[in-house]
């Protein structure tokens, strides 16, 4: 039979009784949710969620997975007014009228900004994060908040479109579940994960489901009967052991399959036994207990006691083989770490610890700040994001200084990397690094237990290099590095920047006078914040500003404003003729004896998809389908009418230009050898410029003549092949 779907008030009753039996808030506490019911009910009545379902049902959920975090009566009034301030009439300062100052601030924190004009959907996504990390460093209920907001949403994404669903699963991966892991808070990170990867990869999470049903009766066998040999055994040795069996999740299977190449038979942490006792020494005579019993696999033994991850989490992890030879992960932990594992921050609240375990807070959120502070010097709010993603990701490795000091990375960290996290002075006078007393490249990805030794120099002078931001894993040590070119090297980097705009320039074919690009460039620097162009060019150059990704804006931006315009004439009348003729190799369809022009923005040959534009007193101008200059559409453009129709005339007799530019490896007679190679294939060269970068390469621009795309395919075939030549592009 169907169950029968509540209404929101049946809903709300069952919260208010979960209130009274499992929070222990007073009377007075749950008056005031009542109070935050009433008004989000009123306000959101006229809202429907994509399933359907009255919009009210969203913030009652919220406020349930709240209590199962155990958290305060603010937070909960918090969760059922999250989105009154967003989506409603209702302001702030009626929330703190009517809530108080602290459950309008936490509405605050988790309220997306408001139609801010950004350029970029990634930017209006960082602003969104940095907004959010500064509110949740000044109370870090907003993201407990936000999360549990974010966990019911992917409860119900299957009612979104499908490429919404895709856009949400990604952020909650990359976003939401590496702050969850970091907070600590198990139990959300993983129901993240595992639904974040039921949307994203479907055809993966379905085969995974699909092998452990398989497994499920064999796998709660195998589960009993570990669990009741090892409770025989165990409860000789200690008092009133709890043991528990756990199936590893759905993403930490994923991410050993398919990211690590592994079938699901070589996963060898699909079982978990969870051992929880009373103090650490328990903890260590149940390991010796559990390595009598069973044999343990050689370097899968990890001591998070001794060394806590980031998050606070300890237990003492160990992988052995069990009956008939099946791998299985056994946990030891106290009941204090377990309470950690499992709530993370939360339990400062589910355990009645508030605020009142506040310097302790302020030191377990001191990564919040770190990376608000490093956003701030680089100036790149998308920084935040980058961060997240690198800093924050599960997978950490403990590493030693030859004191013996304990360093916390992200897997993948290089000693660069490493010399950062023990102090900037020492990364910036880094030389080189030695592992375990052996000398290594720079590049060298550390491992747990590793022991690495900085060698640095006094030189003065003596600094990080520009190829030290692509090793670097770390967003902190990439911050460290950018922020040394930036107060160190500011002419270096003003010109490197130019040169580099300069160069995208070319490449898009962005041609401008020398006017005209002042003007640009002094319009581009204030839209990014900069208070001189100088200071734009800088940032370019130390790596705060990435050219590549403002390329569409400049684009778009060019084309509407600055793209050279034709004279003010009358638009050229081309009168049809019954036949189709064609001048320069080019037919205008229905037209003939028209002038025809090719653009010097793209150069088209034959054999590209081209098409033409009447211009204003000078014909039919002949551009690239792919041209920058041309619209997506022309037909919902300004003045579709002067976008024609033209094709290539069969057996074109005729010479074109085309640019190349070509990177390669700077040497003695590279020049020599391009020239060789073009020679002996009868190519003329037009036009000639090169410039060499301080990284060992050079870029030449060259223009040659060429009669349509097949020959230049095989110009370029030809000068890929010289010694050095690293790419040719047209």
Known sequence: MEEKELTPQEEYALLRTRLQKETGFTEAEIAEVDKAFRLAADVHSAQLRYSGQPYIIHPIAVANILIDLGMDAQSIEAALLHDTVEDTDVTLAQLRAEFGEEVAALVDGVTKLGKVPLATKEEFQAENIRKMLLAMYRDIRVIIIKLADRLHNMRTLGFM???????????????????????????????????????????????????????????????????????????????????????????????????????FDQIYDIYAIRIIVDSVIDCYNCLGVIHDMFRPMPGRFKDYISTPKPNMYQSLHTTVLGRDGIPFEVQIRTWEMHRTAEFGIAAHWKYKLGIKGKSNLDERLAWIRQMLDDQKESGDVQELVRAIKSDLIPEDVFVFTPRGDVINLPSGATVIDFAYAIHTAVGHKMVGAKVDGRIVPLDYQVKTGEIVEVLTSSQIGKGPSRDWLSIAKTSSARNKIRSWFKHEKRDENIAEGKAEIEREFRRNFIRLDEEGYDRFIRNLAVRQRFDSVDDFYAAIGFGGVSVIRLMPYIKEEYNKNYRPQEPAEPVQELKASPRSGGRDGVTVEGVDNVLIKFSRCCNPLPGDDIIGFITRGHGVSVHKRDCPNVPADPTTCAEPERWVRVSWNQNVKKEFQATLQITALSRIGLMADISMQLANMRVNINEISSREAKDGRSTIYMTITVSNVEHLKNVIARIEKVDGVLSVER
């Open 161 to 263: 479109a499908p490429q919404k669903r895709r856009d949400i699963a990604l952020e909650t991966l990359e976003i939401y579940a590496p702050i969850a892991h970091r907070l600590g808070i198990r139990t959300a990170k993983e129901e993240l994960e595992d639904l974040a990867i039921r949307f994203l990869d479907p055809i993966a999470y379905a085969d995974i489901e699909k092998s452990l049903d398989l497994m499920s009766r064999s796998r709660s066998e195998f589960l009993e009967e570990t669990k009741a040999q090892i409770s025989a055994r165990i409860a000789t040795v200690v008092k009133d052991p709890k043991i528990d069996g756990r199936i590893k999740s759905v993403h930490g299977i994923y991410r050993k399959m398919y990211m690590q190449n592994k079938n």
